[in-house]
């Protein structure tokens, strides 16, 4: 190339030529960078709390769930949008709380109207996650700000509907499960993509001040109340069953004892009947039997005299020395043969 310079001089310039490699290096240069490029809008990476929505020529077309590399056709012609959808994420209503844990109050979500006109402060947190990545990306233009919205209107309607003496005491629990349910009312009414996976009240209390003093003290006094309710229902619990058990050991005891005595009852009117069997057979004999039986039931250290009822002299028989020395025969002094221990019919006597 020739380069003519202005001017009266009619000097030439040319260009200094370029080497082979020089091009062939520039060459290389523009290929690495459209590789770079072709690589880095074909192949993208999801985390494993993440979801990637695909779109083409800017239309939802698919929804990536897997975590990993992946491919795509290069940009423009499709496009990715990663959203932390297996994430559980926090979103506070009433208040809010920085990474370092410092609490700043919102006054304007916290407080609201009950339902008997008394203002009451309640805040709250909601767990919530995505769960359709094309309804959250396309139906809703900020989430975060509607989930907030749609928070706090649950929440003043229910209360809106409640009293304050019932929401600062014991209807706390119901409180929080019917705001939950319209919450995930308007979530699917608006088609939002949002799971509600819970929502919780921090505080649900009156403001501040001489109102605030009072109503804690009738939540002490009630919560009290349940206290000594439930230690008696312990103590119930635990005697009712006791007594319980000793009444019906009481009653087993009871059956015991009657059998007992139905069983004897019946076994001395066996008995009876055999004696009564017997006296039948020989009436006399039985008569004595019963009665020397007991005369040795009711008299058993009486002394027996035998005697035979002939004179004056009382002859007698010291049956009682013959027991004690082991039954040992002798005879009297007085010219008495012998005795039994059967007496007389005409004068034994005792």
């Known amino acids: 190339m020739e380069v003519f310079q202005g001017g ?20 290389i240069g523009i290929a690495a960078v459209i590789l770079i490029w072709f690589g880095s809008t074909t192949f993208y990476t999801v985390q494993e709390q993440e979801q990637a929505a695909i779109l083409t020529f800017g239309k939802y077309t698919a929804t990536q769930e897997k975590s990993g590399l992946h491919f795509k056709l290069p940009s423009p012609i499709q496009r990715v949008v ?60 900020d989430p975060e700000q509607f989930l907030r919205n749609s928070a706090s209107a649950a929440i003043r309607s229910v209360m809106g509907a409640t009293k304050l003496d019932y929401a600062i005491t014991e209807g706390k629990t119901v409180i929080q499960t019917d705001v939950k349910k319209k919450l995930e009312e308007i979530q699917e009414k608006y088609g939002t993509g949002i799971q509600i996976i819970d929502l919780k009240f921090q505080d649900i209390e009156p403001p501040e ?88 039931q009711i008299l058993p250290n009486a002394k027996v005299i035998v005697t035979d009822g002939s004179g004056d002299t009382v002859n007698y028989l010291p049956l009682d020395s013959f027991l004690k020395n082991g039954g040992a025969k002798s005879t009297t002094s007085g010219g008495t043969g012998g005795a039994t221990t059967q007496p007389n019919q005409g004068g034994a006597g005792q």
Do not use: C
Request: net charge neutral; aromatic share 6%.
């Open 8 to 27: 009266n001089t009619q000097r030439v310039y040319q260009m200094p030529k370029l080497p082979k490699r020089t091009w062939r290096l520039i060459a």
């Open 82 to 141: 990663k959203v932390p959808a297996n994430l559980t994420q926090k979103l506070h209503i009433g208040y809010r709380e920085d990474s370092g844990g410092k609490v700043t109050p919102v006054e304007s979500e916290a407080l609201m109207i009950t339902g008997d006109e008394n203002i009451v402060s309640a805040d709250a947190v909601i767990e919530w996650k995505v769960a359709n990545i094309r309804d959250y990306l396309y139906n809703i233009d």
């Open 209 to 296: 001040g001489q109102v605030q003093t009072a109503f804690k003290e009738v939540t002490n006094a009630r919560e009290e109340k349940n206290t000594k309710i439930n230690q008696a229902q312990k103590y119930v619990n635990d005697r009712l069953p006791k007594a319980r058990g000793e009444a019906q050991a009481l009653i087993e005891q009871a059956e015991a004892q009657k059998k007992s005595r139905i069983l004897n009852a019946q076994g001395d009117v066996a008995q009876f009947n055999a004696v009564y069997n017997e006296y039948a057979k020989n009436p006399e004999v039985t008569a004595d039997r019963l009665v020397l039986e007991t005369l040795e």
